[in-house]
């Protein structure tokens, strides 16, 4: 199995920045792609941004050009800059994990982390 531990949560300013990272840990034989998805109070869980193995990225409309996703591949971890937050940033935000086991590919979800924008 593979355990996901989320950390850089934390109450900004609007304009404020933070950054998120996700260690995965655990009987790993490889990780294909990791992601970065959020959810608000009364709203559904929505995608952030992925990144892949290879290197490619994909953003949400809503946080292109303020947010950036990376990975360090020797480290397990995957990271998400947040630039230029806006109070409509703030939510539970999760990494989520395409990751091999064994012989089987499996999604894994971190524990999430709060992110809130408030003056």
């Known amino acids: 199995q593979v355990q996901l531990v989320e950390s850089g949560g934390g109450l900004v300013q609007p304009g404020g920045s933070l950054r998120l990272s996700c260690a995965a840990s655990?009987?790993?034989?490889?990780?294909?792609?990791m992601s970065w998805y959020r959810q608000a109070p009364g709203k559904q869980r929505e995608l952030v941004a992925h990144?892949?193995?290879?290197?490619?990225?994909n953003y949400a409309d809503s946080v292109k050009g303020r947010f950036t996703i990376s990975r360090d591949n020797a480290k397990n971890t995957v990271y998400l800059q947040m630039n230029s937050l806006k109070p409509e940033d703030t939510a539970v935000y999760y990494c989520?994990?395409?990751?091999?086991?064994?012989?089987?590919?499996?999604?894994?979800w971190g524990q999430g982390t709060q992110v809130t924008v408030s003056s």
């Open positions: 989520n994990v395409l990751s091999r086991v064994n012989t089987t590919f499996s999604y894994f």
């Open positions: 655990g009987s790993i034989v490889s990780i294909d792609r």
């Open positions: 990144i892949f193995s290879y290197g490619s990225t």
